[in-house]
């Protein structure tokens, strides 16, 4: 009997969390796999981790006494998984809920491709339902770009076939353990954001192909129609995207990757003005000011 593990992180999200685990614990796995839950508690303020041992006997909860961020709290959980031996290890966001049929749908697909190295499931926002937030991805250093393909897009069906997708995201993204093994953890030099883009490019260097799988379906609880536009956010990602294109343009995109990354930012801003966000638009001049002298992720606050 093979063992797939789902890592759970939380940090003071303990009605998310709440929500999730019943519905992961109705997956249907494919014959011959057994699924093991855990939650790790990134140092949760909130009762997270007495309430999810009570409530879950059936989940291991591993406790931090501290908040090691999305990298430091899933890595905690990857070594144990793959010190217990399981088979394969999934990631999954506590905001999300998912369908039955996901986890079995991205181990066949794992399964069908000798090549693949990891698997990720279309993802719609949980509000509106009908609306997707991850359909696959786009990374190319060169261009100093990095995006989620069909973001927003009403979801009709038209996505139906398993493809190679740029990145796989951190949001819920399955490996085999021996994947894991070799290409390694999640880098903890990323403050905030950019760490599965970066697992991503070391996977596809590492020869592996990155998957999305369509009929693994997964609903996500962030918001459509406000995006993810504040200033402390515009902040993180630009410095975390400028670290992961530095470390990963090889060639001639070490020349090319900055100028279309900043073309890129300044259409962003302009968008951004478009559709009302002034505020926004205006921090990221200081913003990527900020990113590009290196100021400590910690100095900026929400």
Known sequence: MKTVAVIVLNWNGLADTRALLPTLLASRLPEGWKLRAMVVDNGSTDGSAESLAREFPAVELVALDENRRFAGGNNEGLRRCLA???DAVMLLNNDTECDREMLASLLEALAQDPRAGAAAPLIDYARPADRIWYAGAWCIPALGFVGHRGL???DHGQFTRIEPTG???GCCVIAPREVWTKVGLLDERYYIYAED???????RAAGYRLLFVPAAKLKHKVSASSGDASPWKIYQRLRANLTLFARHARGFARVTWLPCFVALQVATALWLVARGRAAAAAAMPRAFADAMRGRPAAEVKP
């Open 84 to 86: 217990l031996g399981d």
């Open 152 to 154: 927003r897009q009403r």
């Open 167 to 169: 990145y796989v995201t």
């Open 197 to 203: 883009a970066d697992w991503s490019l070391r996977a």
